[in-house]
């Protein structure tokens, strides 16, 4: 069964790193995972992808184990803007080509 | 320009209306997609659109009906909608077919009377 797992809500403080994990079981052997950020009445926004170990850019790195059960967005030092609704997006394997985007998790950064 | 738009921004419609949600890009990309998204929701794929024709429907309702009338504009023609269709629709576009990487117009919200 083609399933995602993330935390549905996350909380943090101005200047904390936030790390937030997606569960992904089955993906396809030879693809990207993607998370995106999405702000209140707009679209979701393309933050980074990885194949696999470690990515890095301007705004996060994302951590991919040799499994690829998981992964995990880390954001460094976060400010208020930082809050949003943060998707991961994977394609299942099996012949199931479809990305399919995760729950999603809310993070509320506080000052 | 790296920007997909979207019109209108917001739409209320009864359910005998008939309308239309316009999506355009202009960044070359060759995939455009259609979203629905409830509220607090992650967006759900309804159709796929590779160079002009469309290659993916999610078994979407006839009252929803997509046009690509060429490689820059994505239609999404309403009508005899629900009011359960009330959502958020984004447009979205990407270089290739179900790229990971996609962009998304900042969407329409619709309400269904």
């Known amino acids: 069964l083609a399933k995602t797992t993330q935390p549905i809500s996350m909380d943090s403080y101005e200047g904390q790193e936030v790390n937030i994990t997606c569960s992904h079981n089955?993906?396809?052997?030879?693809?990207?995972i993607t998370w995106y950020q999405q702000f209140p009445s707009q679209g979701p926004r393309f933050i980074i992808q990885g194949y696999k170990t470690k990515v890095t850019n301007e705004v996060a790195s994302l951590f991919i184990p040799a499994d690829r059960k998981s992964s995990t967005l880390s954001l460094p030092r976060v400010s208020l803007s930082d809050t949003a609704v943060y998707y991961c997006?994977?394609?299942?394997?099996?012949?199931?080509?479809?990305?399919?985007f995760g729950a999603g998790t809310r993070l509320a950064v506080h000052p | 320009d790296t920007e997909v738009t979207q019109t209108p921004k917001h739409l209320v419609m009864g359910m005998t209306n008939k309308k239309s949600l316009k999506c355009e890009q202009h960044?070359?990309?060759?995939?455009m997609y259609w979203y629905k998204q409830k509220a607090k929701k992650p967006p759900e794929l309804m159709f796929v659109?590779?160079?002009?024709?469309?290659?993916i429907n999610e078994s979407v309702p006839s009252r929803f009906s997509p046009e690509c009338p060429n490689s820059s504009l994505l239609n999404l023609h309403l009508h005899a909608l629900q009011p359960e269709d009330s959502a958020l629709y984004l447009c979205?576009?990407?270089?290739?077919?179900?790229?990971?990487?996609?962009?998304f117009g900042p969407g329409t919200r619709l309400t269904v009377l």
């Open positions: 979205a576009s990407s270089q290739e077919e179900l790229d990971n990487e996609q962009f």
């Open positions: 659109y590779s160079y002009e024709k469309l290659s």
């Open positions: 960044m070359g990309h060759r995939a």
């Open positions: 997006l994977v394609r299942f394997s099996g012949g199931y080509n479809k990305l399919i």
């Open positions: 089955n993906i396809a052997t030879n693809d990207y």
